[in-house]
């Protein structure tokens, strides 16, 4: 399967992945805090060591529902170096 993976602008550390077949069923709405889906990528699949998800849920997901919506918790941001003079 080829993941199409979207992410939500108004919470960004939330992803909707969906497949070809259902790429246009995929909606904004489908994020925690409404907004919009900015397209990430598309990836194929690259087996459980390397995937930052469940593949196979995500499969499976896909298949019943048309998504797989998960989260990736990002770090805080780490302040800029000041310049050197």
Do not use: N
């Not at 992945?17 to 409404?34: A, F, L, Q």
């Not at 087996?47 to 019943?64: P, Q, S």
């Amino acid at each position: 399967m080829k993941f199409v993976v979207f992410q939500c602008s108004k919470s960004p550390d939330y992803f909707i992945v969906t497949d070809k077949d259902h790429v246009d069923d995929v909606k904004g709405g489908m994020c925690p805090d409404g907004g919009d889906l900015e397209k990430v990528g598309e990836y194929p699949e690259m087996g459980k060591e390397r995937a930052a998800f469940d593949e196979a849920f995500a499969m499976a997901a896909i298949r019943k529902q048309g998504f797989y919506r998960f989260e990736a918790p990002s770090m805080a941001a780490v302040p800029p170096s000041p310049e050197m003079p």
